[in-house]
């Protein structure tokens, strides 16, 4: 795996998976050999961030999305939330880092689950704000309605008020590993991605359905 960074206090799940024994968040790594699957290119933020919010909408709501350096690289991170199908509550929190290039991309993922009791976070937000002031159109895509709808509670400005909260231990894991990824030197040397070859390649696949 051409990646490298600082996954102290994570124990080896599987490979390429680290998982923290306290607190269940994991770690995943994963190298994609295809164009990467990103709807537009990451010098045009803000055709990115309403695209993204669109492909998001269907699974849960994109909270943020940015482009950030990555070893001297560009790489987009976002941050997203959708429901835990594998209980009848609480959300999972998930946060990419997208290191693409022309013909590939490394993809390091973050999960944080919502466990025990559910809804805290919304719940303290909505009576310190009121309800006509929780749900609010979503600053990227004012007209898309996500499965779960966009609302103040995701802001950052209540990470400190609520340490513990998932979405709060995703932004410290992402602010914690971030700045340790280091590439391969051949990775980082490959040519960069453009958004024109993944148009290409949808269009070769309507035309010859491969």
């Not at 999960?111 to 979503?138: D, K």
């Not at 290409?200 to 309507?206: D, K, S, V, Y």
Request: hydrophobic fraction near 40%; charged fraction near 25%.
């Amino acid at each position: 795996m051409p990646i490298s960074f600082d996954i102290s206090g994570f124990q080896t799940d599987a490979t390429d998976s680290w998982i923290d024994p306290e607190t269940g968040d994991r770690v995943i790594v994963q190298y994609f050999a295809l164009v990467p699957d990103l709807p537009a290119p990451l010098e045009d933020l803000d055709t990115l961030r309403r695209r993204l919010c669109e492909v998001h909408a269907s699974s849960g709501s994109l909270i943020e999305a940015s482009v950030i350096s990555v070893d001297g690289q560009p790489a987009l991170l976002r941050v997203e939330k959708m429901p835990r199908h594998d209980q009848p509550s609480g959300l999972l929190f998930a946060a990419s880092i997208v290191i693409p290039k022309d013909r590939c991309s490394i993809a390091l993922m973050m999960f944080c689950e919502e466990t025990g009791t559910t809804g805290i976070r919304e719940a303290v937000t909505m009576e310190l704000l009121g309800s006509g002031n929780f749900f609010t159109p979503h600053p990227y895509a004012p007209d898309v309605q996500g499965q779960l709808p966009y609302n103040r509670s995701d802001d950052m400005e209540w990470d400190n008020a609520l340490p513990d909260h998932p979405l709060t231990r995703l932004r410290r894991l992402v602010a914690r590993i971030a700045p340790t990824i280091r590439l391969d030197p051949e990775f980082a040397a490959l040519p960069p991605f453009r958004a024109e070859r993944r148009r290409l390649q949808h269009a070769l696949r309507r035309w010859f359905g491969r």
